[in-house]
């Protein structure tokens, strides 16, 4: 529910306060109180003010969505708030991102682009009836598809990536400045969180319109915005999944490189594409988007976790690799269940690796949390310490939690199992025929627990 009008203005002089100082924190709790601010004041179509504001504005969102209600001069508190979190620098890539409670980073346009797609919905009100634009779905159009379509003509032409990468807060406590870790694409990972979250709250408002404060509460889980369990972003890709086909998806896509040919920023990259290519490109666009966001887990990078430096010079796998071990954690016991606690376990199983054990860095390749999200250890490139005697030889892929009693979530078990082995192989990390095994398997302990280890043998390879 809505704050009362004292406590929303306590929040906007903090946050006032902060922004003079520009210190306004880039995370989805700075902007429930500012929503909650503009509802509170009657602001009629805070998704088209967005806009206004620098969030969706290219032709295509302008065509679907119709003209953004002009700025007034001076702009209120309230506007200005919003587009200090849209434009925190006009020449970052990573512009008008935030992080959210979950580690994910989220970019408001194609949030904000969707959210208005569904409220014009509620509200009964028609999109475009004229060709080519009428054979688009608004939704994906203004969430994803223009983005995808242009970056993989892009990289069809310049050869460069269409999709990612993903990056990092300087601070998760007070995010000021986001890296990504890679050249941009036109989808990095901020982009595709935002539009699929777009796409999801979208359709949630065209059934249920509810005030946008309380619909982003819930969903991002803002101070325990949720009953139990993790946050509903945790779950976007599955329920993107859900929701969207990848037949559907290139259906989009396809329907957008057609309107893409007609205008004049895009119409030189698809000239020298035929039907075919240009078919061949949606489909690519398409399956890829839902290999890397849907098919395959979010893994949390290290300086997302506060990882500390490697000691030392680390050693280089050679890829495939053969196995993949599985272990528990044992200490921490409980698992965790959210990016705060998750990221924590993670720096202390560091720390107790490196000063304790004198290890180089955390051992584990891969750390599964309890909150939806695996955890970046050593990754894919670099030799681990898991499993003493095979540590070239495959992976180590440890639950947090003593998993002898009792089993993991069965989410976190899906991850792992139908998520990060299977891309894993698809992406050439892993050998097609490789063979699972459990710690107690290669060395003598009890790891991964008797309850875990009795799972495991239901897995595919295991041996």
């Known amino acids: 529910m809505c ?21 306004l924190p880039h995370h989805i709790s700075s902007l429930i109180p500012i929503l909650q601010s503009l509802e509170a004041d009657g602001t009629p179509d805070i998704p088209s003010l967005v806009r206004s504001l620098g969030g969706c504005g290219t032709p295509v969102c302008h065509t679907l969505l119709g003209d953004p209600p002009p700025t007034p001069t001076p702009i209120p508190e309230p506007w200005a708030l919003l587009a200090h979190l849209l434009h925190p620098n006009a020449t970052a890539a990573e512009r008008g991102a935030l992080l959210a409670p979950d580690g994910s980073t989220v970019a408001l346009a194609p949030l904000f682009a969707g959210v208005e797609v569904g409220l014009k919905r509620a509200a009964g009100r028609p999109g475009p009836i004229d060709q080519p634009y009428a054979s688009l779905d608004a939704l994906y159009a203004v969430t994803i598809t223009e983005a995808l379509g242009t970056s993989f003509l892009v990289a069809r032409v310049n050869g460069t990536a269409a999709l990612g990468p993903d990056g990092c807060w300087d601070d998760v406590d007070n995010p000021q400045n986001f890296t990504l870790l890679g050249p941009p694409s036109l989808v990095p990972h901020a982009v595709a969180n935002g539009a ?28 325990n915005g949720i009953a139990r369990g993790w946050p509903h972003s945790s779950r976007r890709r599955r329920d993107f999944g859900a929701l969207t086909a990848v037949g559907k998806l290139e259906e989009e896509v396809a329907a957008m490189l057609r309107v893409l040919r007609g205008l004049p920023h895009t119409h030189e990259l698809l000239e020298e594409f035929g039907e075919e290519e240009e078919a061949d490109i ?3 666009a398409a399956r890829e988007f839902m290999e890397v966001y849907v098919e395959c887990p979010a893994i949390i990078p290290r300086c997302m976790w506060g990882a500390r430096p490697y000691r030392g010079t680390p050693r280089p796998l050679s890829p495939p690799l053969g196995s993949i071990y599985i272990h528990h954690t044992f200490v921490p016991s409980a698992p965790c269940r959210s990016f705060t606690a998750c990221a924590r376990d993670m720096r202390s199983m560091q720390r107790f690796h490196q000063d304790t054990r004198g290890w180089d860095d955390i051992g584990y390749s891969f750390v599964v949390g309890s909150d939806g999200y695996l955890y970046q250890g050593r990754g894919w490139r670099w030799v681990g310490a898991h499993t003493r005697g095979h540590n070239t030889k495959g992976y180590g892929v440890g639950y947090v939690g003593n998993f002898s009693a009792s089993l993991p979530d069965p989410e976190a078990i899906a991850l792992v199992r139908d998520g990060l082995i299977p891309c894993a192989v698809r992406a050439g990390w892993l050998h097609q025929n490789y063979t699972l095994h459990g710690h107690r398997q290669m060395v003598n302990t009890s790891c991964p627990g008797d309850a875990l280890f009795q799972e495991i043998q239901t897995w595919h390879g295991f041996k």
């Not at 704050?3 to 210190?23: I, N, Y």
């Not at 699929?196 to 101070?223: C, H, K, N, Q, W």
């Open 196 to 223: 699929m979250d777009g796409v999801l709250l979208g359709t949630r408002l065209a059934e249920d319109p509810i005030p946008l404060s309380v619909l982003f509460r819930r969903y991002y889980g803002v101070d």
């Open 282 to 284: 949606a489909r690519r």
């Open 3 to 23: 704050c009362s009008a004292a406590a929303v203005l306590l929040l906007l002089a903090v946050l006032s306060a902060r922004t003079q100082a520009a210190l």
